[in-house]
């Protein structure tokens, strides 16, 4: 059912409430809140407040009680047709509605390995850590699902005392405040829902449990990675049904390969995923190997992704060893599991989330400018009328005084730069002056020649045989002028040549 409902997007579904071996208000609720103009009518024999509760909970439009009547059906489909029809225009129409359709969950990306050893664990933790490092903001949740041989915090520096087992007792009544106390926080700000350390709580995890803790995720998270192992269980095949996208892990030898067809094909034998929603990527490929690109197309079902990992070594071992994803120094793999990201689109969720939040601010400050704009005209005339008689005449006064102050700093400015003139020129008199002096010419004549024209008559020139005293003269712009006195004193001995 949600397999078809996601690939054809109907805009009515009926639902019988004695449809699967536990409540059929999950899926509904996780199929309403990807397709918000789907219209859902649950079918049932059970005509009493809880059921009617339930499905009212869960998002569907109606409630069929069987036996029911032919009329009783055509208004509940004409109602609900009616709804959806209006909810498709909405969002089409406005794209603010179509941003929040798509922002509505997270993306949930299934990581399994075709049998154990393959890498699944370690692309799932990496990838998970790398993408909430590359993007602070953006909330990224890692689930070990292989609740038997779970092994992530190998790979995480993580202790914990609660796990994805103490989630599961209490899935029917699951919160966000519920789901915060069980997850662990990493130092790179990852949530990390965690296998039960204790073989016994296994029992407790089961495909109903998983298939809630997974729709409760898809509300509070942007990406939802889990590690769901090799071994074929109900609870991995509850979760591959919830994801999004599958992503299987092989490397390039036979049993690999046989096994992931394997496992493809239980899959589709239990009606979770197709071979279309099989993503695979070969891990630990090498160019020299005896299985090829396209030997692996051959035996895989899924579409194999362009993305190979190459075979490292023991690049990842420091890593693996320290529990510390960032001692993996090698740039191949990090280019690797970024370019597995960009293939399944795991930020989309976040861009648009983002998108959205930028729109809908910038039309808030739109609307409340108009607003502003609306009330500020309905009163602007008698508020300028008021004020016009309350301020009469206080333009002119403010310009009658800031004249004078403007005066004074236009004086105060053209004397520096006088000042600076006299400086500077006096400087290359006398430069020119002790030039003249140390080759047996007229000093005087010399600085008056570099001086400009205007102050020619304001320059003295005192020769002191050793040195030579250049004097430029700086009118006053306020009083009877002064006179300023610039000594540069220049020793220069005389070297008579032949």
Not at 29 to 43: I, Y
Not at 215 to 229: E, F, K
Not at 258 to 271: D, T, Y
Request: glycine fraction near 6%.
């Amino acid at each position: 059912m949600v397999s078809a409902v996601l690939s054809h997007r109907p805009a009515l579904l009926f639902v019988h409430d004695q449809l699967g071996p536990s409540t059929a208000m999950y899926p509904v609720r996780d199929l309403t809140m990807r397709n918000p103009s789907l219209a859902v009518l649950v079918v049932t024999t059970a005509s009493n407040a809880d059921t009617y509760n339930a499905a009212l909970d869960a998002g569907a439009r109606g409630v069929l009680t069987y036996p029911f009547s032919v009329e009783d059906v055509n208004q509940r489909v004409a109602t609900a047709l009616d709804w959806s029809q209006r909810i498709r225009s909405a969002i089409s129409d406005n794209p603010e509605a179509a941003a929040a359709r798509a922002t509505s969950g997270a993306r949930i990306i299934a990581v399994a390995g075709a049998k154990g050893g393959v890498g699944a664990t370690i692309i799932a933790s990496h990838l998970a850590w790398d993408t909430a490092t590359a993007q602070p903001n953006m909330r990224v949740c890692l689930v070990d699902l292989d609740v038997e041989n779970g092994d992530v915090p190998s790979y995480l520096d993580v202790s914990h005392r609660v796990s994805l087992a103490d989630l599961s007792k209490i899935s029917e009544d699951l919160t966000a405040r519920s789901v915060a106390d069980t997850v662990v926080v990493h130092s790179s700000g990852l949530h990390l829902l965690l296998a039960p350390t204790e073989i016994r709580d296994t029992e407790f995890i089961t495909p109903e449990a998983v298939r809630r803790i997974l729709a409760q995720l898809r509300t509070l998270y942007h990406l939802v990675i889990v590690d769901v192992g090799s071994a074929i269980t109900t609870t991995q095949a509850a979760a591959v049904e919830s994801a999004d996208v599958t992503l299987q892990i092989v490397t390039a030898d036979v049993p690999a390969l046989r096994a992931a067809r394997r496992q493809v094909v239980a899959w589709e034998s239990l009606g979770v995923a197709g071979a279309d929603s099989v993503r695979v990527v070969v891990n630990r490929f090498v160019r020299q190997s005896e299985i090829q690109q396209d030997t692996i197309d051959m035996l895989t079902l899924g579409d194999r992704s362009e993305v190979l990992i190459p075979d490292l070594g023991r690049a990842l071992e420091r890593a693996g060893n320290s529990r510390t994803p960032a001692e993996a120094r090698n740039g191949s793999w990090w280019k690797s599991l970024r370019a597995i990201g960009q293939e399944l689109d795991s930020g989309r969720t976040y861009r648009e989330a983002v998108a959205a939040a930028a729109r809908q601010s910038l039309n808030g400050k739109d609307h409340a400018e108009q607003e502003s704009r609306a009330n500020g005209h309905s009163s602007a005339a008698g508020a300028r009328s008021r004020r016009f008689s309350r301020d009469a005449g206080q333009v002119v006064l403010e310009n009658v005084a800031m004249v004078p102050i403007a005066l004074v700093v236009m004086v105060v400015c053209l004397q520096f730069v006088l000042l600076g003139m006299s400086f500077v020129w006096s400087g290359v008199a006398a430069n020119s002056a002790a030039r003249a002096a140390s080759v047996g010419t007229d000093p005087d004549a010399a600085a008056r020649k570099v001086l400009p024209p205007g102050m020619q008559s304001n320059v003295t020139v005192r020769d002191g045989g050793a040195s030579v005293r250049v004097q430029v003269r700086s009118p006053l712009l306020m009083g009877n002028g002064v006179t300023k006195e610039v000594s540069v004193d220049v020793d220069h001995t005389v070297v008579e040549e032949p």
